[in-house]
Nanobody, 128 residues
């Protein structure tokens, strides 16, 4: 069983940048695909970005393409989300998730039900 702990959230001005980190323990991330999700108050949890087992395949929600970058370091057992050109609508609690590598994700990667392991979340607020 893998445990996930996010960090790096905070308050940032529009146009600014943040780098979220997700530290994994208990099992190697080389056994999992990973994803970042976010959930704003009153809204459903939405998939932001996805990385395959070896970080060869990455995918992004349309709302963040060109601004966010996911990276997965199986050696360090870490996942990162570099967020640039932040907008107020990016404000949310951001969650790191890990899923079984034996499943086929494809276009289903944004579905929260595809992942069995979650962190506790980190708050990102974009405001002037």
């Amino acid at each position: 069983q893998v445990q996930l702990v996010e960090s790096g959230g905070g308050l940032v001005q529009p146009g600014g940048s943040l780098r979220l980190s997700c530290a994994a323990s208990g099992s190697s991330l080389s056994n999992y695909v990973v994803a970042w999700f976010r959930q704003a108050p009153g809204k459903e949890r939405e998939g932001v970005s996805f990385a395959s087992v070896n970080n060869i395949i990455n995918d992004y929600a349309d709302a963040v393409k060109g601004r966010f970058t996911i990276s997965k370091d199986n050696t360090e057992n870490m996942v990162y989300l570099q967020m640039n050109s932040l907008k107020p609508e990016d404000s949310a609690v951001y969650y790191c998730a890990a899923g079984d590598s034996s499943r086929t994700y494809g276009s289903k990667w944004p579905r929260p039900t595809m992942y069995g392991h979650w962190g506790q979340g980190t708050q990102v607020t974009v405001s002037s």
